[in-house]
């Protein structure tokens, strides 16, 4: 079974940064992508940040420039490095994983990320 367990959020002043990170664990198979989603208050949930297990990265129009995601594949941790924080970066942050050893492409749809997801870890941006 599958554990993604997400930290690093908080409340953070305009401009400022964090770094979240999502522990994965009882991943078995070595090709396996994963991604970061947020979801604000009365949206949908939205795809920031995705890295697919040969190495692609792909990022949100929204936070591209300000976001870094990577992935330390001995510690089985994810990482979304972000930067100049905005008011509207507020949101659940989540993190998902799937098994990408026969999916080529990397998306950021939600449709394409239903194996697993983390709880959730809280950013929020005050102006």
């Known amino acids: 079974q599958v554990h993604l367990v997400e930290s690093g959020g908080g409340s953070v002043q305009s401009g400022g940064s964090l770094r979240l990170s999502c522990a994965a664990s009882g991943y078995t198979e070595s090709e396996y992508c994963m991604a970061w989603f947020r979801q604000a208050p009365g949206k949908e949930r939205e795809g920031v940040a995705g890295v697919h297990s040969l190495g692609r990265t792909l990022y949100a129009d929204s936070v591209k420039h300000r976001a870094t995601i990577s992935l330390d594949r001995a510690k089985k941790t994810l990482y979304l490095q972000m930067n100049g924080l905005k008011p509207e970066d507020t949101a659940m942050y989540y993190c998902?994983?799937?098994?990408?050893?026969?999916?080529?492409?990397?998306?950021?749809?939600?449709?394409?990320?239903?194996?697993?997801w983390g709880q959730g870890t809280q950013v929020t941006v005050s102006s």
């Open positions: 998902a994983a799937r098994s990408c050893a026969t999916w080529v492409s990397l998306t950021l749809r939600l449709a394409d990320w239903t194996d697993y």
